[in-house]
């Protein structure tokens, strides 16, 4: 998994409250267990009309927000099924970061599992870079894992709570297969005394 150390990229304002994860990619985008190629699919039902032809007024289709790498969304974000295709239609989009009041606990255990940072701030602080995010070309933000601040373009500073634990796996790039591989050696002696004790087995 790719480290997590410090973002700086264009933020899309996404004010819409309970975004599901049918919502982030439809139904149809999950016969793959494939991570790559679920970017196109990323909120599909917002960003295309029926006919496929892309909607103007969506946020992602507009020119300032097509390679925009933070969201900054309503409440209650990723509300919905446990797919984790979620996460990975964001990450193959581009989108490391998603800032909100509050997360489905399910989709907030997932980004972390990918990659992608969730954050979590009050929502005053909501308000304050929804309305950096609004700035088009202009909205940029930067986030600093290691210090936990998220810092606008005019050089206000928010602040952001994190578990240690997830933190450390973000910064060192970390999954769960990168966590158990750090232990290797001791499976490696485990196994080796295993087989020595029971060679039958």
């Excluded at 599901?20 to 990323?42: E, F, H, V």
């Excluded at 103007?56 to 209650?76: E, M, S, T």
């Excluded at 996460?87 to 800032?99: C, E, H, N, R």
């Amino acid at each position: 998994m790719e480290k997590f150390v410090k973002l700086t990229g264009v933020a899309a304002p996404l004010e819409i409250m309970n975004i599901d994860t049918d919502m982030i990619i439809p139904k149809q985008y999950l016969k793959t267990i494939a991570r790559t190629g679920l970017g196109k699919g990323l909120f599909s039902e917002l960003r295309y009309n029926e006919d496929g032809s892309e909607n103007p007024d969506f946020v992602l289709n507009k020119p300032a927000y097509r390679n925009a790498r933070i969201l900054v969304a309503g409440d209650n974000f990723g509300c919905g099924s446990s797919r984790e295709h979620a996460p990975w239609a964001l990450l193959d989009f581009g989108v490391k970061a998603v800032i909100s009041t509050s997360f489905a606990d399910i989709f907030y255990n997932n980004c972390f599992k990918n990659g992608i940072l969730p954050i979590k701030v009050s929502q005053s602080d909501l308000d304050k870079l929804l309305d950096d995010a609004k700035r088009g070309a202009n909205a940029t933000l930067t986030i600093d894992l290691e210090a936990q601040e998220i810092r606008g373009p005019d050089g206000g500073v928010v602040r952001f709570d994190i578990d240690p634990f997830r933190k450390h796996c973000l910064l060192e790039g970390l999954d769960d297969i990168g966590l158990t591989l750090q232990k290797a050696a001791a499976i490696d002696e485990f196994e080796k005394k295993t087989a020595a004790a029971r060679p039958w087995a």
